[in-house]
């Protein structure tokens, strides 16, 4: 069966500080992946999609940014953290095909102080 | 620009009544709708899901319909009960080289015993 890694579980950074955030798939190859940030009280916006090895879209133009060096790992990094920065990060993956449903990960709470 | 807009930031339903959760979007390019229930502190999970080509799909207590022409789709549950309570995010998705996904604010659900 697949699952989804996320870590750390929550995070305090200082304003200025770098960021990194990791996903990790097990079980299944090729997945398209994707970063999402839900700050509070708010819905679930999407950052960045990988549809395969070095691929990235940017959905929305901010300062952090995303890799994927492995078929199954998805990073997510900033060089310096501001306080809107703040939420709760969510990777999830979905299988090839045309089937729509992704599955997520347990999510980071970053804390940006 | 909300393309998927849940205009109800809470319901409240008592036991065994029917929650009725609604969504409107606006980009008509969407051709899959999916329903997320989400825990706090958890990632979302898949509920349900309905094509663009279909107005209905039942899977146990939970029904989706789609109103194409209104560009309005619906999440019935029934009998409604407490452990439904929860935020229910609906969510469009559309093919533009990656399949995309586009959530809305979402919905707290409390069910009342």
């Known amino acids: 069966s697949q699952t989804i890694h996320q870590w750390p579980a929550t995070l305090v950074q200082p304003v200025g500080s770098p960021l990194s955030l990791e996903c990790t798939v097990e079980?299944?190859?090729?997945?398209?992946l994707y970063w999402y940030r839900q700050a509070a009280g708010r819905g679930l916006q999407l950052l960045f999609y990988?549809?395969?090895?070095?691929?990235i879209s940017s959905e929305v133009p901010q300062n952090l940014s995303a890799s994927r060096p492995q078929d199954r790992q998805f990073i997510l990094s900033s060089k310096k953290l501001l306080l809107s920065d703040s939420g709760f990060y969510l990777c999830?993956?979905?299988?090839?095909?045309?089937?729509?449903?992704?599955?997520f990960g347990p999510g980071t709470r970053l804390t940006v102080t | 620009d909300q393309q998927v807009k849940q205009n109800s930031p809470s319901l409240s339903v008592q036991e065994g009544r029917i929650s009725i959760l609604n969504c409107d979007y606006t980009?008509?390019?969407?051709?899959?709708f999916l329903w997320y229930k989400k825990y706090p502190a958890e990632g979302p999970t898949f509920l349900i899901s309905?094509?663009?080509?279909?107005d209905k799909n039942e899977d146990g207590r939970f029904t989706v319909f789609l109103n194409k022409s209104a560009k309005h789709l619906s999440l019935h549950i029934v009998p409604s009960q407490p452990g439904d309570s929860a935020v229910y995010f609906c969510?469009?998705?559309?093919?533009?080289?990656?399949?995309?996904?586009?959530f809305g604010a979402g919905t707290r659900l409390f069910v009342k015993a």
């Open positions: 999830a993956w979905r299988s090839g095909g045309f089937s729509y449903e992704q599955y």
């Open positions: 079980g299944t190859s090729n997945p398209n």
């Open positions: 990988s549809v395969g090895i070095g691929q």
């Open positions: 980009n008509s390019m969407f051709d899959y």
């Open positions: 309905i094509s663009s080509i279909k």
């Open positions: 969510a469009a998705g559309v093919n533009t080289g990656g399949f995309k996904t586009i």
